[in-house]
């Protein structure tokens, strides 16, 4: 019996198996049909590549939309004709003849000018004449910042109290010259990666590939080296001290600075007061209160000077990678600018207590410290491109004045020796 009920309830399932597949076999033949007619109507890869997701806000709670493109995308394979396979042949190359030229694109254009616009655009080595060097030499030196720096030292040496001597004058402003053109050519040399970034030295010789590397640093050293030496022998020791310190805190500490920390800014306001502090001692051959309160005036009047020069090349800077306080501390920048505008008047009050120069000095330099102030003042406030140019233009003939009214200034001394001798008056007669 129970043998007879296995028996059919075998039969039934079996009988059900085969209906199903049957049936199956009908789902999946119509499922291929329906995909082969409507084959635009269903999702396919490719519609998923191009969803647009966006996320919207709505009752303070973050949804999802997907958007779909708006053009129909079709399927690489929706093929009309699957049985016709397109074989498409690669044209080669067409490579002219030797000898041949192209025809021009415009042909109003001269034959030569034509020429001269395709010679320019190819790469070629470059050759330096030898009338192009003074100009190279001169924009690697930095030729006016080094004029600069020689106008400084020397009038730290006409604000020495002792007789002038033009020969000792001309050594000492010789070296300041050749030192100063070791430390900028140096510091082009390190930097030609980053100046490559900066629309204001993207020009400079050894960023255009001018001179090479070895060439740029045998002048640097050219000059370096009797300059350093003519200080030391030709003045005086003290003097070839300051000259080569200069050139070590320009090149390695002022210049690797300027991608490090906004305190590149103080070390190249010592690099700028050194100067006329080695005019003073090529003079004196010491360092005297008159010394100091000269590299105080440069120290101090450097920072309207650069702040605000940097105020409007603050998008160079950011590009060439330099930390300056014009980009990555723009209110400190502005505060430091009128801090030491309004320091100046200090200076300028200091040099008659020094025995430096007349009490007539911090009268006859007030209108212009006050000028400058009251611009750096501006900048503060509003701190605009404008205000900016305004302080950095006033800077350019503000030192100038002020080292020309302090040398009008200067207190005379009379050596001891040609001192009036008070006429003694006789001894009693015992």
């Known amino acids: 019996m129970s043998c007879l009920v ?71 394979l929706d093929d009309r004709d699957d049985s016709v396979v397109r074989q498409v042949q690669q044209i080669p190359a067409l490579k002219p003849e030797p000898g041949t030229v192209a025809p021009p694109c415009d042909p109003t254009e001269p034959e030569a000018a034509r020429a001269a616009r395709l010679e ?34 020397a009038a730290g040496y006409a604000m020495a109290p002792v007789p002038f001597d033009p020969v000792t004058f001309l050594m000492a402003s010789v070296g300041t010259c050749l030192s100063s053109c070791t430390a900028n050519s140096i510091n082009q040399y390190f930097e030609v990666p980053f100046d490559s970034n900066m629309n204001r030295t993207k020009n400079r010789p050894l960023v255009r590939g001018q001179i090479s590397p070895l060439h740029a640093v045998s ?52 690099v700028g007061a050194i100067p006329p502090v080695m005019g003073w001692t090529a003079a004196t051959g010491s360092l005297d209160p008159g010394a100091l309160l000269l590299g105080g005036f440069l120290f101090s009047w450097q920072f309207p000077h650069f702040n605000a020069l940097s105020w409007n090349l603050r998008e160079d800077y ?86 020309l009214l302090a040398l009008t200034c200067k207190k005379s001394r009379v050596p001891q020796d040609e001192a009036p001798v008070a006429p003694s008056t006789p001894s009693p007669a015992l």
């Open 6 to 76: 296995e028996g059919l309830v075998g039969v039934g399932v079996q009988q059900k198996l085969i209906a199903n597949v049957a049936r199956s076999h009908m789902s999946a033949r119509r499922l291929i049909q329906l995909c082969r007619r409507d084959q635009a109507e269903w999702m396919t890869f490719q519609h998923l590549c191009f969803l647009k997701r966006q996320y919207v806000k709505s009752s303070s709670v973050l949804c999802q939309r997907a958007r779909p493109k708006q053009e129909h995308v079709a399927s690489v």
């Open 120 to 153: 320019a655009r190819q790469w070629k080595e470059l050759k330096v004449e030898y009338s192009d060097l003074p100009g190279i030499y001169a924009r690697l030196s930095k030729l006016k910042l080094t004029a600069l720096v020689v106008t400084t030292a």
């Open 219 to 270: 002048f640097a050293l050219a000059c370096g080296i009797p300059g350093v030496t003519l200080l030391t022998l030709g003045v005086n020791p003290l003097t070839g001290f300051l000259g080569a310190l200069n050139i070590f805190l320009y090149t390695c500490c002022y210049t690797p600075l300027k991608r490090l920390s906004i305190t590149n800014t103080w070390v190249g306001a010592v």
């Open 318 to 403: 950011s590009r060439g990678g330099y930390r300056m306080m014009s980009v990555t501390h723009p209110g400190l920048c502005k505060r430091v600018a009128l801090r030491h505008s309004v320091g100046l008047i200090g200076l300028s009050a200091l040099g008659p207590v020094l025995d430096v120069t007349t009490w007539t000095f911090p009268l006859v330099s007030l209108p212009i410290n006050l000028y400058i102030s009251y611009l750096a003042f501006r900048f503060y406030r509003y701190g605009d491109r404008q205000n900016a140019r305004k302080l950095f233009f006033c800077s350019l003939w503000h030192l100038p004045m002020l080292l």
